[in-house]
Nanobody
């Protein structure tokens, strides 16, 4: 089992920045993918950014150039630096870890990000 705890959400004005953190604990496999997903009110959960333990990254088109995902492997922590925030970025942001031996997905409890116009 893997436990994920997010932090760093909050209320920010449009154009502002926030940094989300997610700390993983438990049985963490050496190769995994950690990422950030979000779910706005009335919307489906969508991928925001993902990063493998070997550094491969993927971003949603809507956040490219504004958000940056990074990892601190010794600390089992993944970050999401969010700049130039827009009201449409408002959502609950969830941390996810994908493990492959065996195949398992783990989710954090979510952290609210609200961007005011």
């Amino acid at each position: 089992q893997v436990q994920l705890v997010e932090s760093g959400g909050g209320l920010v004005q449009a154009g502002g920045s926030l940094r989300l953190s997610c700390v993983a604990s438990g049985r963490i496999s050496s190769f995994n993918v950690m990422g950030w997903y979000r779910q706005g009110t009335g919307n489906q959960r969508e991928m925001v950014a993902r990063m493998s333990s070997v550094g491969t990254t993927t971003y949603a088109d809507s956040v490219k150039g504004r958000f940056t995902i990074s990892r601190d492997s010794p600390k089992n922590t993944v970050y999401l630096q969010m700049n130039s925030l827009k009201p449409e970025d408002t959502a609950v942001y969830y941390c996810k870890q994908e493990s492959f031996s065996p195949r398992s997905d783990y989710w954090g409890q979510g952290t609210q990000v609200t961007v005011s116009s």
